[in-house]
């Protein structure tokens, strides 16, 4: 209930041993048929970073965090196991990569939880999967393995306030899905749109409603369908479409 997204870093080091417990922490996740299918890779050195940033739009987290984690949907070590064992794998396929980035977001999610429970701060790069080809080049990822997600981690130097979240009836749906009426979906996000905060972003970008800031300008069509189409050939090249 506390958790907010954490992008200053006090100068500060992250034990190894810290590291290593959220980590195992993470790995207690569920993870489909106990096949783990994933890897992290951690990233703390100065060069290490400074090559990620540039994957990462420059977000001054990368290179201010102690500790970068990129969680990576892997077939590749459990295919090399099936391939030791007398086992013909078939997970070259979409399904299998969605298999995978989701136990990668399950484990990022729970090291999330064990690092906030040991009072360090966390926030999530979705810049990932825009310039995965790039971080597969830097972080030298095999075929079989695509990043999905990343994690900067650091001991807090900043204390935000938590930002709003939908009210919890505009998430649920008792039984079967009831889709919305205009009026439902107009007083789901009518405390968001009165926030200060976002009243000041409306402004600022000079639009005329909050929605326009994500349509026109945070998550516009055309760089969601130019990162798409980059993904899709990632997820070929690294042998996840069907060949
Ligand atoms: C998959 C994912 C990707 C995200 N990518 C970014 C990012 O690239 N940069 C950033 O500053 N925050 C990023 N965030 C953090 C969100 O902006 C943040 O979770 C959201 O605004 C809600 O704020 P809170 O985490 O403080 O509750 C990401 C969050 C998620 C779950």
Redesign the pocket.
């Known amino acids: 209930m506390s958790?907010?997204?954490i992008?200053k870093y006090k100068d500060a080091t992250v034990e190894e041993s810290t590291i290593r417990k959220i980590l195992e922490a993470g790995c207690r996740a569920s993870t489909t048929g106990n096949m783990q299918l994933y890897s992290i890779i951690i990233t703390r050195e100065e060069a290490g970073k400074k090559a990620l940033a540039t994957c990462?739009f420059n977000?001054p987290?990368v290179q201010n965090a102690p500790v970068v984690l990129t969680f990576c949907a892997d077939f590749n070590r459990f295919n090399k196991w099936c391939k030791l064992s007398n086992a013909e794998p078939g997970y070259d396929n979409f399904l299998s990569f969605v298999t995978a980035a989701i136990d990668a977001l399950l484990v990022a999610q729970n090291v999330t939880i064990a690092a906030e429970s040991e009072g360090l701060g966390v926030?999530?790069?979705?810049?990932t999967t825009y310039l995965a080809a790039k971080i597969i080049d830097i972080l030298k990822l095999p075929k079989g393995v695509v990043p999905v997600?990343t994690l900067t981690i650091g001991w807090p130097n900043e204390d935000?306030g938590?930002?709003d979240?939908l009210p919890l009836d505009a998430i649920i749906h008792k039984e079967t899905y009831r889709d919305y009426t205009d009026d439902q979906v107009i007083n789901a996000y009518r405390n968001k749109e009165n926030r200060l905060d976002s009243l000041q972003f409306v402004a600022e970008n000079n639009k005329e409603t909050l929605a326009q800031v994500f349509t026109d300008i945070r998550y516009k069509k055309s760089d969601n369908v130019a990162f798409s189409n980059m993904l899709l050939i990632v997820l070929k090249e690294q042998g996840f479409m069907n060949q």
């Open positions: 958790h907010r997204s992008r990462h977000q987290m926030c999530y790069l979705g810049t997600t935000p938590q930002v979240r």
